[in-house]
């Protein structure tokens, strides 16, 4: 029988993004390899993206690592990018590893990624040094993300903001909008683009029109979580129609 993999998600209490395009993406996998997945969630309460309420919701993430590991899930995603980056420079790192304490303290240890630190080693691993990005972002906050990634290495050419403060209303953007929204960005030079740098900005739907626009591979903090949770399990990361990243070529 095929193996099983439980997929275990930390999300902002707002956030409905994660919950349908992460499985979106290991449903089609599903398509073309034998590995079959569940999922599975705990939530940190968030409803404004504003640096004070991300700040209160990290604190919960211990909380949620233990309940999630109660589920023996195979791999954690902390499903919050802005949350970790406006907590200081590599504080991704600091994240996983207590979060991955916390389920080696429970019984059940289980590898833990985090959107930041899956955005940036994706870009590494598509070999990107030059990238452009959209955000949903208020412009502070999306200044933020710019200098984390380029405090990661990564040097930023372009972003725009769409100052979403809502996180239900970042939700409820159509991501076929980002097919326009992209074109304001010079992407001369550019090695890759980054058409939603938010778990709960929906863009997978226009992933392959803008990468086969732009002639540039073109991710989001969604797709790099994804690779990254298939890099820790040992799987390919081969997911049709998700850009090239999950082309199974990284």
């Not at 023996?72 to 980056?85: E, K, N, P």
């Not at 899956?118 to 691993?125: D, E, N, W, Y």
């Not at 930023?156 to 209303?169: F, K, Q, R, T, Y």
Request: charged share 20%; proline share 6%.
């Amino acid at each position: 029988m095929p193996k099983t993999f439980r997929i275990g998600q930390i999300v902002p209490s707002s956030n409905v993004t994660m919950e349908t395009e992460v499985p979106a993406m290991l449903n089609r996998r599903q398509a073309i390899a034998p590995e079959r997945f569940t999922f599975h969630s705990s939530r940190m309460r968030m409803r404004r993206v504003v640096k004070e309420e991300l700040a209160a919701m990290d604190a919960e993430s211990e909380r949620c690592a233990t309940e999630l590991s109660d589920a023996r899930v195979d791999v954690l995603g902390y499903a919050c990018l802005v949350a970790i980056m406006s907590m200081g420079h590599g504080y991704h790192r600091v994240s996983e590893r207590r979060l991955h304490q916390r389920t080696i303290d429970n019984g059940a240890p289980a590898p833990v990624v985090t959107s930041a630190g899956a955005l940036i080693a994706g870009l590494h691993a598509l070999g990107a040094k030059r990238i452009a990005l959209v955000a949903p972002y208020m412009k502070p906050l999306t200044k933020l993300v710019v200098d984390y990634l380029e405090s990661e290495g990564l040097s930023v050419a372009g972003h725009v903001a769409l100052e979403i403060p809502d996180n239900l209303e970042v939700a409820a953007h159509d991501p076929m909008r980002l097919v326009e929204i992209y074109k304001r960005l010079d992407l001369k030079g550019v090695d890759a683009l980054v058409l939603s740098a938010c778990v709960q900005m929906p863009s997978l739907a226009a992933i392959p029109h803008v990468e086969a626009e732009c002639g540039i591979p073109v991710v989001s903090a969604a797709i790099c979580t994804t690779w990254q949770m298939l890099q820790v399990l040992g799987l390919d990361a081969n997911v049709p129609d998700a850009g090239a990243l999950l082309s199974g070529k990284y």
